[in-house]
């Protein structure tokens, strides 16, 4: 048992029995003066006492803190650990970007032309599937919302150097059309003359696509893609007895008959470079005169390199041809090419970006026919959030909208 | 006509089946030899992929955007249009997930 007396109440006790003993010796102030102080400290023990016992009765035993401190490594455990999106087999993910325009051509008036939100939709099952959809909403002329299907996978991810694509996928001739064309991604506001709707570049095909990527000796990388299609629709002008144009959106139709066969194979001998070539062909049945079979070739070839954080260059060119045919309304060949040459600076630490760009465009119509110098400045909110100041200098047919230079600015996000 | 048909039929058969080949024997290979089927990434490699390919065709992307579960479909999308080996793709995710 504990001694139940310490030594300020042995103290007091002692100062009490000394008092007593010479009380008979001293004067009655100084008795009146001990026997206060030893009230206070009869009263100071008492709060002391009382403290204790309050004390005691709301501290927690060991084994109550030992139980706590169990329940918390749990609890630890169970945020490190249980984080159900983490070990899902199926992991949803939305992508994409969006782009508003102004632009004002030599000619015309100035005016937002420019509205589209690209939603991309990703499903991924384990390291299996992947499921990729784009959607292109954009606000019309007349203020009608235009939605289009600007590719559709189902993506089965064969092994480390193949994933095999089935549904409309983005032509993978070139650069461009497959991995530049998203706004937040392209320097410029605009794209590369030639590389639009129904001009020199394929835009999207119809089928199934083998691509994949192999290392080369030690810091060289190759890639691929090669793929099987419905081919483009050729359009006929009657009337001028020419072909109007080469459209390759992607079909979901095959009224020829006859299946288109492509590809492209791309080099990386250092980081930073790529060279790539690519090609197309088959035969084609323009519409109207599916029966009427004529040759159908493209081909591609394209390079970019990184320099540091700072300098992008980059150039493709690309030609697609239909073969004569003596039978058709439209009996002549006809080419549709296109290249440019593209280069942009970082002025980094700053936010600020300069961008140059020559194209050239030649279609079998001179009013399609284009030059083009344009210049560019960028500043980056952040990577992926960019305002866009460009001018473009174009040279065509005299009178006709491709001979009109435009001030263009675009305001893009990509998320 | 119908012969360089052929020839480009053959060709890009002849791609394809030679990748589809490879692939599935390098998977057997790994098979018979380990336990894992899929090698694990490589955070240090991936740092250095990382730097090396996204810049290829766009502005760098913060690690910290995105959660790590969310890094891997964007990952596969990104393997696919760069042309990246899994093991590349591997190596990126795991840097990412890792740096975020």
Partial sequence: MKNRFNTRQIRIIMMGTMLALLSPFVSADAVSELKNELELLKKQISDMQQLLKSQQKTMASKKEVEAVKQEVKGVKEVARTGNEWGIADSVVHLAGYAAVGYTDSERADGGFNLVTFNPIFHYQYKDLFLLEAELEIEVGDDGETEVELEYATIDWIINDHAVLLAGKFLSPLGQFRQNIHPTWVNKFASAPIGYGHDQAAPLAEVGVELRGGFNVMQSGRANYAVYVGNGPLIEIDAGEGEIEAVESEGLASNEDGELVWGGRLGILPVPGLEFGVSGAWGDVGPEGEENLLRDYRAFGVDAAYQIGSAWDFRGEYIRQRVGSQAASAAPDAATFKAWYLQGAYKFLPSKWEVVARYGDYESPHASQNQEQWAIGANYLFASNAIAKFAYEFNDGLKGAATDDDRFLIQLTYGF | ?100
């Fill in chain 2, 1 to 100: 006509m119908k012969m360089q048909k052929l020839i480009g039929i053959g060709f890009f058969g002849a791609i394809a089946y030679s990748v589809l080949v490879v692939g599935i024997q390098v998977t057997q290979i790994n098979t018979a030899v380990a336990d894992e089927v899929v090698p694990a990434g490589d955070i240090g490699r991936g740092a250095g992929l990382w730097a090396q390919n996204c810049a290829r065709c766009h502005n760098m992307r913060d690690p910290k955007e995105f959660r790590d579960d969310l890094w891997k479909p964007i990952m596969s999308h990104m393997r696919i249009r760069a042309g990246l080996t899994g093991q590349d793709t591997r190596d990126i995710l795991v840097f990412l997930q890792a740096s975020n």
